[in-house]
């Protein structure tokens, strides 16, 4: 691997998709080159475009998507290449979370089917008043205060979610089994924790799925799923389209065991019934989750090219180290024994001080960051890089970062 010293003001963002211009603000006109023209950028920063093989340019050292889901980006193959990969979870949290409320509420009674007959009453009707009142049992249903809610996945949107249902008088249950100790804290006491899923199906008169994509969510909701949910349950779906088995799911539409079904990932399948309500994506279309997101990802981005710490990455490990006098390594291995030592070794043997460090991995990367009193010569670089396991190094500091 070659290193390029480059001025800490030729750090080059390139931009997908539409970013709100308040994350875009956040990179400072004179220390990043910003746009979607940009040639050979050292990050990424994206929505819902899909990353390709030829967008992970030589020296592109991050992606980060301005949003929670990374399925359009290739993270395995950016994890083999040293290449951090960011998201911004909680930012459009909010967002999803009152149009989830809307979709409870719009499952108590029909009333997207009382608004289209309105809409569909001939103007020149003489007697609108009786015909509504001739009409209207065909749209009632009951009040959510009482309900049961099951939520599915209780992290920054299900446990935001689970918040406002338990205001508007519902009771709420939750399962996750993946819940970390920091997302526990979000999660109201009032929230009743079930054992399995099975449990929560069976005591809930509406489902909420807040889950992320993974082999074990896929189908998550199925035909032997649904067997377990109450007669007539309120199934929605703002996680992720594959999260349910949409044949499955309409059988169970058309035979009534479910009575509605929302959700924000229209399919083929479940296109026309008349007890589905989809939306075309809109959980985080809003000004502020688009803006949230924006700026998150951007301060990620920054705070890596500038530190090399790590937040809200989806394939390295979480790392911050204060900044110290001196240089700054970042480097980038495969997680497997002794190359710390190795790294250690050769920082010994040329008499360089270390002034602080730390060093973390996840799965199958480790990454350090060394901060040492001495300005590195390209002969040190080469000689960290060519140890075995090394995926890539990088020096952060005084102005400038050679990658």
């Known amino acids: 691997m070659r290193h390029f010293l480059v001025s800490r003001s ?14 875009l603000d956040r990179f400072h006109a004179d220390g990043y080159e910003v746009g979607a023209d940009v040639s050979w950028p050292h990050a990424i920063l994206l929505r819902s475009h899909k990353l390709g093989a030829d967008d992970a340019q030589r020296g592109l050292l991050a992606v980060a998507r301005a949003g929670a ?27 999803v979370k009152e149009l989830v409320l809307a979709a409870i509420l719009l499952g108590s009674r029909d009333i997207i089917g009382g608004i289209k007959f309105v809409d569909g009453i001939p103007k020149d009707e003489r007697d609108v008043h009786q015909l509504v009142e001739s009409n209207k049992k065909a749209f ?18 299900g446990s935001r979610v689970a918040r406002a249902a338990l205001d508007l008088g519902m009771d709420v249950v939750g399962y996750d089994p993946a819940l970390s100790v920091s997302a526990a804290w979000r999660v109201p006491s009032q929230v009743g924790q079930m054992e399995s899923l099975q449990s929560l199906f069976q005591r809930s008169d509406y489902v909420s799925l807040h889950v992320p994509l993974t082999e074990n969510t896929v189908g998550l909701v199925n035909r032997k799923s649904l067997k377990q949910f109450r007669d007539g349950a309120v199934l929605l779906n703002f996680a992720r389209e594959q999260v349910v088995n949409a044949e499955d799911t309409r059988d169970a539409l058309v035979s009534g065991k479910l009575r509605w079904y929302f959700s924000d990932f229209p399919v083929a399948q479940l296109l026309g019934l008349p007890n589905v309500h989809c939306t075309p994506h809109l959980g985080a279309s809003t000004g502020e989750a688009e803006e949230n997101c924006a700026v998150m990802a951007a301060d990620q981005i920054i705070e890596f090219l500038e530190r090399g710490n790590v937040r809200n ?27 710390l030592r190795q790294i250690l070794s050769v920082l010994a043997n040329r008499k360089i001080n270390i002034i602080d460090m730390i060093n973390k991995s996840r799965e199958t990367v480790a990454y350090n960051l060394i901060d040492i009193e001495a300005e590195p010569d390209p002969y040190l670089l080469e000689e960290i890089e060519a140890i075995e396991s090394v995926i890539n190094v990088r020096v952060i500091g005084s102005g400038s970062a050679v990658i």
Do not use: W
């Not at 030729?10 to 994350?23: C, D, L, P, S, V």
């Open 69 to 95: 889901g990374t399925n359009n980006v290739p993270v395995d193959a950016c994890t083999k290449r040293g290449i951090v990969v960011f998201n911004t979870p909680g930012a459009n949290a909010n967002s």
């Open 313 to 339: 990455s989806v394939n390295f490990p979480d790392i911050s180290l204060d900044p110290s006098p001196g240089l700054r390594l970042a480097i980038t291995n495969t997680n497997v024994p002794t190359v």
């Open 140 to 157: 009632r249903g009951h009040e959510i205060q009482g309900r049961t809610l099951g939520i599915v996945g209780l992290g920054n949107i």
């Open 10 to 23: 030729m750090y080059r963002i390139k931009t997908f998709n539409r970013i709100a211009e308040r994350g």
